[in-house]
């Protein structure tokens, strides 16, 4: 109460000492309202407060009198000039300066002054600790996010913004530092600060996972994948199963779907292993994918290696396996006879032929072996006789001996006996 009076009397002095042009205009009425004033008094000041003699400025300082239950719509600004312990008391401060005042400018403005150290020096080792000093000010911008949806979305805006180094205070907030003080390090280090202390760490990771798809066009995080500091492949799973467990918010449901976001992947994976195999079979007229072919960054090899694997232990939906029956799937291929697949392409590539020397290796796959021996459980393996020759390809024990036109290219045809080259 008494800090309030001084602040009362002190004040004209202060503003005389002002530079002329800082100066406000108008004539200064300064009051101080406390609970020992008769009800007579408070209400002189709450008019001079609402109609300010001589159209000047009035300010109206008080200790704890205008909480709850007083009406006081003609404040357009608010000082908080001691740090408040009460959360409650902010919030019913900060509500005081929010509310529209019909005949004011439609503008309220919070004033937050704080007590910079001497030495511009210590105010880093200020805000790498625990900000006493800007206490109130934190307390008031937590107070604001209750108040404003609008600038509670731009700090968690900006809040994800810092992983990047590209975060700024919302336009709404100004900081005003004295000469030596504003450094633009210094301003940077406050701006992360404060965004720290008023917004959730949530918005970090959507943050990193923001700036991921900006770079990929998708939310599908590879694993170990660590952006900004994130591990985001396990940011991006806790989501998932906080929304499983219905704990995620919904503004935080509505961010991620604003990317896109797959709240079951592996919908979205058979999906676009679906697209990418009839994508191959348009072209090949068969689903035999060599080893490490990918399709804009999808493993269409290694995806048909797991569905087949899925239906050998029944855990393929019916529905997918008719899909894939549709393309022609020889579900009887495992993973070897792909590799062996792709050294055999990768031999007849160099040579034009597949005449093997015995023990040949391509890729560290014996090639002679593997087109020499069984590959299947009946102990031969179809796909083998016409995968390296197309649709014009003849099955084995089929005539051979009639030529081609002359334009035609010459293909590779193996027999379980022998490997061979002869027009196709």
């Known amino acids: 109460m008494q800090a309030s009076r001084e602040f009362a009397r002190t004040l004209p002095a202060a503003v005389e000492s002002l530079p002329a042009g800082e100066r406000p205009k108008g004539r200064l009425t300064v009051g101080h309202v406390d609970g020992t004033q008769s009800i007579t ?11 300010p003699p001589e159209d000047g400025w009035t300010v109206l300082s008080n200790a704890r009198c205008l909480g709850e239950g007083v009406d006081v719509p003609a404040v357009d600004a608010i000082v908080l000039t001691a740090p408040k312990e009460s959360p409650v008391d902010v919030v019913q401060v900060v509500g005081r300066a929010v509310r529209r005042n019909p005949a004011g400018s439609g503008i309220a403005t919070i004033l937050l002054p704080v007590l910079l150290p001497d030495d511009p020096a210590d105010m880093t080792s200020d805000l790498a600790g625990n900000m006493t000093r800007w206490a109130t000010l934190l307390q008031t911008l937590r107070a604001l996010r209750a108040h404003d949806s609008a600038l509670a979305a731009d700090l968690d805006l900006q809040r994800a913004r810092t992983g990047a180094g590209a975060a700024e205070l919302p336009p709404r907030l100004l900081v005003r530092l004295p000469d030596g003080y504003a450094s633009e390090q210094l301003l940077r280090h406050l701006t992360v600060r404060v965004l720290e202390e008023t917004t959730p760490d949530w918005m970090v990771g959507y943050g990193a996972l923001r700036d991921f798809h900006a770079d990929h066009g998708h939310t599908r995080v590879p694993t170990g994948h660590l952006r900004q500091g994130v591990r985001l492949d396990r940011w991006v799973f806790r989501q998932r199963a906080d929304h499983k467990a219905g704990r995620l918010a919904q503004d935080r449901v509505d961010h991620l779907n604003a990317l896109g976001f797959h709240w079951e992947p592996r919908e979205g994976i058979w999906a676009r292993g679906l697209t990418y195999a009839r994508r191959f079979h ?121 030529r081609p036109p002359p334009t035609t290219s010459v293909k590779a045809i193996y027999t379980p006996a022998r490997a061979t080259t002869a027009p196709g």
Do not use: C, M
């Not at 034009?352 to 020397?357: A, E, K, N, S, Y």
């Open 41 to 51: 008094q408070r209400r002189l000041h709450l008019r001079r407060l609402a109609d």
């Open 282 to 402: 348009a072209e090949h007229v068969h689903l035999h994918v060599p080893h490490g072919h990918v399709l804009d960054g999808f493993d269409l090899y290694t995806w048909l290696w797991q569905q087949r694997a899925a239906r050998r232990g029944g855990t393929l939906p019916a529905g997918r396996v008719a899909d894939l029956d549709a393309l022609g799937i020889d579900w009887s291929i495992r993973a070897s006879h792909h590799d062996g697949y792709a050294a055999a392409r990768r031999f007849h590539a160099d040579h034009g032929h597949l005449d093997v020397p015995f023990g040949h290796t391509v890729n560290a796959i014996d090639l002679y072996r593997w087109l020499s021996g069984p590959s299947a459980p009946s102990g031969s393996a179809p796909w083998k006789h016409w995968a390296f020759t197309g649709p014009s390809a003849r099955p084995p024990g089929s005539a051979t001996s009639q």
